[in-house]
């Protein structure tokens, strides 16, 4: 198990330890991640809370961190770092002591100063083991330090602990325009599985920029790589737009009119097979195109009415040749059917036409 979350915590453990470091902080504190999210920035809650600190949505919106369609910034490995540091400071400046501090931020501030209150009223102990806290409360601050001290006494416990890079895994990187995802994965050369390890905030296709720039994440052996492949590429960076339905408006007409087709619409949108798309609902569709994208795209509908088609969607270790051959197609028939090239991510969603 611990090999486990260390393997999880490989690409971030650098950063936090820096960052609560350069802040004067017990290192204990970045170990939190381990006991919330065992450091998976993407895990999945029963509760409404996120991310490798799993902030609730009205706490992240108190420290900053943004919560809209494009993007969930509770899940930002470097803004709900900053975060959760900055309340944890605000917590420590209250209660002066780290183990409340901690308990705090599981529990709440109210609920710890209510305790405090309760035994300083009835003239008892301050101390943290003292106090009438919830005992979840209290075994989230003895799993912290259970966790330190077999870290720390591995050998003493039998447990073998797997090392990590003592050095940065990650550069930071501004982005000023808004860009496909895709496109970022192609011209920095990574995979859509290290592009959303490292990126998790962002919900849809496309990293939206409005007046604020985004924080990109990437290797830093692959930084560079990027950064001079943005340099010189000259087509446009963003092939989806956020569209609200209006009254009276179904998938077929919104469709028809973006040029595009209701399978890839669902698709993109995670819209189930059987679902109907709902008033005032914000969904991706392409960007305007001009009349003769549109004419092609037309032309390309109209050779697929008698066709069924399947959507495949990518594994690890996939080729083109090898869908191709499964499906008794060509590369190429796959690439136009997908307007795409030969890189594939896993997850990807690839249209099948079958005769």
Known sequence: ?????????????????????RRGMPMEIALIPVIESTYNPLIKSNSQTAGLWQFQPETGRIFGLVQNVWHDDRRDIVASTQAALDYLQYLYQKFDNWKLAIAAYNLGEGAVSKALSRNIHKGRSENFYDLNLPIDA???????????????????????????????????????????????TRLANISEVEFNALNPA???????????????????????????????????????????????????????????????????????????????????????????????????????QNYQSNVYVVKKGDTLYEIAKRYGTTVDQIKSWNDSDENLSIGQKLVIVKS
């Open 1 to 21: 198990m611990f090999n486990r979350i260390i393997a999880n915590s490989e690409r971030y453990l650098f950063y936090i330890v820096e960052e609560v470091e």
């Open 138 to 184: 209290k075994h989230y601050v003895y799993k912290l330090l259970a966790v330190k001290d077999i870290i720390v006494n591995s050998k003493k416990y039998g447990v073998q602990i797997r090392p990590i890079a003592n050095r940065p895994y990650f550069d930071q990187i501004k982005i000023h325009e808004p860009i496909d995802i895709s496109l970022v």
């Open 202 to 304: 962002y919900n849809r296709y496309v990293i939206k920029v409005s007046d604020a720039p985004r924080t990109l994440l990437l290797p830093k052996i692959n930084k560079e790589i990027f950064l001079r492949n943005l340099e010189t590429y000259q087509d446009p960076r963003v092939s989806w737009q956020i569209y609200r339905v209006k009254k009276g408006e179904n998938i077929n007409e919104i469709a028809d009119r973006h040029c595009t087709t209701v399978r890839q619409l669902k698709a993109i949108n995670g819209i189930a097979r059987h679902k109907n798309i709902t008033l005032g609902q914000k969904i991706l569709v392409p960007h305007d195109v001009t009349e003769n994208q549109a004419d092609d795209i037309a032309r390309k509908k109209k050779q697929l």
